[in-house]
């Protein structure tokens, strides 16, 4: 496993809970890199005079398209099929218990945005490296460095853009309230399940 920054990590347990339905992690692992793509996007075009971004950030959603596709044609191969848009309580959480400290816009979503990958990045290696089926686990294994790309670039965009003690404060908190909202997301078979209920089981 590699040293995450997360102030939390997943146990490895999780992965037992998360292959239960297969199908189903697939479908929401395809809905999640097609809603990173579009943040990709979002982000793009609310910045789009800044040439590095637009440059950085276009290349990204390409990347998440590609891996949205995997994703799909993984699922199609085991007969499932994508499951309609759901909610997606980690993000959602995230995003909404971050507003009350909020620091600047921009710097924000770059950062949880950073966060996200983050944290789908070691679910990634949890993956890799605890499924049974040994073709998944490649699927996953093979997105990692991409994945890690996404994250870097994250990072580096807040550093370039901000103040490094500013970015290095508002990080902290975003970690520390990421943790919690991570380990409390509810459970099931999906990227961002959380693992809360796994302790209360033991
Ligand atoms: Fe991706
Ligand atoms: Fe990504």
Excluded at 103 to 130: K, M, Q, T, V, Y
Excluded at 145 to 171: I, K, N
Excluded at 185 to 190: H, Q, V, Y
Aim: proline share 6%.
């Amino acid at each position: 496993m590699k040293p995450f920054k997360l102030a939390a990590l997943t146990p490895p347990a999780w992965v037992a809970m998360v292959e239960e339905d297969a199908n189903a992690l697939l479908s929401d692992h395809a809905h999640c890199e097609l809603k990173a793509a579009s943040t990709a996007q979002a982000l793009l075009l609310k910045h789009r005079t800044n040439a590095r971004l637009v440059d950085e950030l276009s290349a990204m959603a390409a990347e998440e398209m590609a891996h949205f596709r995997q994703a799909v044609e993984a699922l199609q191969a085991r007969g499932g099929e994508l499951g309609p848009v759901e909610t997606n309580p980690y993000a959602e959480r995230l995003l909404g218990e971050s507003g009350p400290t909020r620091g600047a816009p921009l710097l924000d979503r770059l950062l949880i945005a950073g966060l996200i990958e983050l944290r789908s990045l070691e679910r990634f290696h949890l993956l890799a490296e605890g499924l049974g089926d040994p073709e998944l686990a490649a699927l996953y294994r093979g997105l990692i460095p991409s994945e890690s790309g996404h994250q870097a670039l994250f990072d580096r965009l807040a550093r370039s853009l901000f103040d490094g003690a500013l970015v290095e404060r508002r990080q902290a908190e975003l970690l520390a309230i990421e943790a919690r909202v991570a380990r409390e997301a509810p459970p099931g078979p999906r990227v961002h399940a959380g693992w809360a209920t796994l302790e209360a089981a033991e």
